[in-house]
């Protein structure tokens, strides 16, 4: 599924990110990355949907080696990931639906069948109610469930989320982490960066921790482990 093999990326102005990491995420799996600020999770979680390339190594998500994979060709690789950000990257001038329907235009899908996904996805994140607002007319915590709602829109294999609840109160995280965790029970792979220790330490998933550009635990069922 995802599958990344002596990577290392070092960055124009010297800065080295990643060393030699080697790590392999089934099908299905729910991971959790964590670390000390700078200490790679970014750069690691931007290189799996091609943000970022390896300067050595090669990275393998969903049967494509990226280091092969030519610019043109990334938006259409993209097509079968999920990502979602901390500051949710909405179009602020569209609706919640527009927003959605955003990711399933782009890949020229019939109009009958994007209004029906659409709906179907925001029931899922439990805003079919609100499809004709706007992104100003929401709480974050909504504003991140209609970018879970965007990422999930074309049944990705994958979803990538960077500290998705990053920006959110300890109840909405919590809200945010049941649809996940209800995404990962349909089959979808999520690899999650995340700094919320009480949630990595309650929802017991794998763990991969990340510091100084290298991982220096990977446990199932594992524990946060930092104090900060």
Known sequence: MIEMSEVSKIYPNGVSAIN???????????????????????????????????TTGSITVNGIQLSKLRNTKVPLFRRNLGVVFQDFKLLPTLTVFENVAFAMEVVEEHPKDIK?????????????????????????????????????????QVVIADEPTGNLDPETSW???????????????????????????????RV???DNGRIVRDEQRGEYGYEY
């Open 116 to 156: 029906k996904r659409v709906m179907e996805v925001l029931d899922l994140v439990g805003l079919k109610h609100k499809a004709r607002m706007v992104p100003t007319e929401l709480s974050g915590g909504e504003q991140q469930r209609v970018s879970i709602a965007r990422s999930i829109v074309n049944s990705p």
């Open 175 to 205: 809200e945010i982490m049941n649809i996940l965790e209800e995404i990962n029970n349909r089959g979808t792979t999520i690899v999650m960066a995340t700094h919320n220790r009480d949630i990595v330490n309650n929802l017991k998933r």
């Open 20 to 54: 030699g990491i080697t790590v392999k995420i089934n099908k299905g799996e729910f991971v959790y990355v964590v670390g000390p600020s700078g200490a790679g999770k970014s750069t690691f979680i931007k290189m799996m949907y091609r943000e970022e390339k390896p």
């Open 208 to 210: 991969i921790a990340i």
